[in-house]
């Protein structure tokens, strides 16, 4: 497929970010609408036809009332909408270092961070439509002296990260990394958690676990979370967001720096959804009536582990796509490897049969003929 990303289409106006994602081919498009408008957040739209458009109303998308300022043209092309939206932070005070989020007592919790709230950085500097990737990153100044970022890649082929965790993707997906980077914590033994909420249209959501013996590319982790339509009766195809049960508490991203990553079930957000974000734009207000809206909570750290005073630094990776989410599979090396250590006692046990068999039938004699 032909893959094509810009910033901002059809306007100069630099005060807000939209980035948008176009992944052509096979018939079909595939639009990636991410923002930091309002709540930061990303549309997927999936469109039958490889001249479909993204529309935006800017006048509108920047009003009090963003409803039906995004659209994709022809209408009656799209087939599937869905949108993730990353709503709060929360900093609890971790006083036993358990890394028990769901356990921890309210009173240990600080203040959480409304995303919608920060200011954010122009976002034109980074967008490199070369490598297809993207960052959106606050403004120091109104987080914590820190920022919080959003690191977007788009693929044109399919393939594996250089960076860990080094998730597989396709040309079906995009790659959201967040990190919180320089944050002054509120205490010295702070954690921090990351809430999502989805927006699905039939079925709502589910979560599943998908489990490896190959940790070759992720050592020691062997756990692949995914979520998915629950749509068990829909011939279509699609979105979803998965990742691997790790995040790094260092830019390096070594074995090390590894942070097991703890996700809770997903629950149904009432009338307190984040309003303003660029879903309202899409979805309208059908949003809150036509489509299931739900939430979810991933927490960071390990029992006994680092706090994240120490580096200042927290790193999360994330596929979004459509389709069929992306399975690990034995590398050609590990495949030679395990091919060598099996067939190898086989190949013994193989010829000292055929030795054994043959010494079987030699008969010995001290006698020589008689001519």
């Known amino acids: 497929p032909q893959v ?58 920047l009003s009090p009332e963003p409803q039906g300022a995004l659209s994709v043209e022809p209408a009656a092309s799209v087939r599937y909408a869905t949108a993730i939206l990353f709503t709060r932070i929360f900093e609890y005070q971790d006083v036993n270092n358990t890394a028990n989020f769901s356990g921890t007592d309210e009173k240990y919790f600080y203040p959480p961070y409304d995303l919608s709230r920060l200011r954010w950085e122009n976002a034109n500097a980074s967008v490199n439509a070369t490598s ?11 987080f914590q002296n820190g920022s919080v970022s959003f690191r977007i890649s788009a693929y044109s082929t399919a393939g594996r990260d250089t960076s860990s965790p080094r998730l597989r993707h396709t040309a079906n997906c995009t790659k959201l990394e967040f990190l919180l980077a320089g944050i002054r914590p509120r205490g010295n033994n702070s954690r921090f958690a990351l809430e999502m909420a989805t927006v699905e249209q039939e079925g709502g959501k589910k979560m ?4 490896s013996i190959d940790d070759e590319y992720t050592p020691s982790v062997f756990e692949m979370m995914q979520l998915v339509p629950d749509a068990p009766n829909s011939s279509l195809a699609r979105g979803f967001l998965q990742w691997k049960s790790v995040a790094y508490g260092s830019p390096n991203g070594t074995r090390a720096d590894i942070l097991p990553c703890q996700l809770y079930p997903l629950r149904p957000v009432n009338a307190t959804f984040p309003a303003g974000s660029i879903a309202h734009a899409y979805f309208g ?12 909570n991933i927490s960071f750290g390990i029992a006994d582990g680092d706090f994240y005073d120490k580096n200042q630094f927290l790193s999360w990776s994330a596929l979004i796509g459509y389709g069929d989410p992306p ?14 250590a099996l067939g190898t006692p ?16 030699k008969v010995y004699s001290n006698y020589e003929p008689i001519n």
């Not at 297809?132 to 109104?142: K, V």
């Not at 207000?285 to 979810?296: I, R, S, T, V, W």
């Not at 086989?346 to 039938?361: E, P």
């Open 327 to 340: 399975r690990d599979s034995f590398s050609i090396l590990v495949i030679c490897i395990m091919a060598v």
């Open 208 to 211: 599943q676990s998908v489990r």
């Open 4 to 61: 094509w990303l810009q910033y901002n289409p059809g306007t100069l106006d630099t005060s807000v970010n939209v980035l948008h994602a176009r992944a052509v081919g096979n018939g079909s498009t595939i639009h990636y609408v991410w923002s930091t408008l309002g709540t930061p957040a990303v549309l997927l739209i999936y469109s039958e036809s490889e001249t479909s458009q993204l529309r935006v109303n800017w006048s509108k998308l």
């Open 132 to 142: 297809l990737s993207a960052n959106l990153t606050s403004d120091p100044s109104s």
């Open 285 to 296: 207000d059908a949003l809150g009536d036509a489509y299931n809206l739900e939430a979810f």
């Open 346 to 361: 086989l190949l013994l046990l193989i010829i000292g049969a055929i030795v054994v068999t043959a010494m079987r039938h």
